[in-house]
C-alpha cells in the first residue's frame, strides 16, 4: 500500500513532545523542511511553528483555504466533527485506556486482576469445550469428519472342479522303480595290441 500521510495543508497530526503532547493539531502552512506552522482551535492549541519530528501524522485530513486565519479552520475543524472521527478511532482508544491505567490506585488494579483471572477462566472453559467437540466431530484442525466405510464382499471367483479322491490317490501311490541302465559295450582293442612278439632266443 503506498504512504498516504504526507506534511500537508490541512493534515491533522497528534504532538507527541512538548507542552501540548497528547493534543490534536492540524499543519496550516509548511515553513520549512523541518517545521510547520500548526493550529489546534478545538484542543486549545494556540497558532505557533513546530518541528516535523514532534507530530505524528494521522489519517485525518480537514479542508480549508492555505494559511487560512484561526476562524476558517475552527469551522472547518467543527464541520468535519473531528473531535468524534478522532475518538472512534483505535489509536485514540488505546491512549485513553493509556491514560486510565496511569490514574489507576491500587483498589483498582486489584479489581482488574480480579476481572482478568475471571475472563481467562472463561475464556479457558469455552476452549476446551470447542476442542472436545471438535474431536468427536473429528473437525479438529480442519480435518472433515471421516465416515466408516461399509464392509463390502468381494465376488466369489470360478473355480474349476477339484476331485478330491484322485489327489489322494497320487498321494499315496508309489513311485515307480527307475529302470536300470543298459550296460555299455566294450570297446574292441586293435589286433596289433592283441598279438605279442615272440621272446629271441
Same mark, same amino acid.
Given at each position: 500500500m503506498p504512504f498516504d500521510r504526507f506534511v500537508q495543508t490541512g493534515r491533522v497530526a497528534l504532538v507527541a513532545d512538548g507542552t501540548d503532547k497528547g493534543r490534536l493539531v492540524t499543519i496550516v502552512d509548511v515553513i520549512d523542511q523541518t517545521r510547520v506552522l500548526v493550529d489546534g482551535p478545538?484542543?486549545?492549541v494556540m497558532r505557533k511553528g513546530l518541528r516535523i519530528n514532534q507530530l505524528q501524522l494521522t489519517k485525518l485530513r480537514i479542508k480549508f483555504p492555505h494559511t487560512?486565519?484561526?476562524? +476558517? +479552520?475552527?469551522k472547518?475543524?467543527?464541520a468535519a466533527d473531528l473531535?468524534?472521527?478522532w475518538a472512534e478511532t483505535q489509536w485514540a482508544k488505546k491512549l485513553?485506556?493509556?491514560? $486510565?491505567?496511569?490514574?489507576?490506585?491500587?483498589?483498582d488494579r486489584f479489581k482488574l486482576q480480579l476481572a482478568r483471572r475471571e475472563r481467562n477462566r472463561l475464556r479457558t472453559v469455552a476452549y476446551k469445550n470447542l476442542k472436545a467437540k471438535a474431536v468427536r466431530t473429528g473437525s479438529l484442525f480442519g480435518k472433515k469428519s471421516i465416515k466408516p466405510k461399509k464392509a463390502t464382499k468381494k465376488p466369489a471367483r470360478n473355480k474349476k472342479p477339484v476331485n478330491k479322491s484322485a489327489k489322494k490317490e497320487a498321494k499315496t501311490a508309489k513311485p515307480a522303480a527307475p529302470k536300470p541302465a543298459a550296460a555299455k #559295450?566294450?570297446?574292441? $582293442? #586293435?589286433?596289433?595290441a592283441a598279438a605279442k612278439p615272440a621272446p629271441k632266443k
Open positions: 478545538c484542543s486549545n487560512a486565519s484561526t476562524r +476558517v +479552520v475552527r472547518a475543524w467543527e473531535s468524534k472521527k485513553d485506556n493509556k491514560e $486510565k491505567r496511569a490514574n489507576m490506585g491500587d483498589l #559295450p566294450a570297446a574292441a $582293442k #586293435p589286433a596289433a
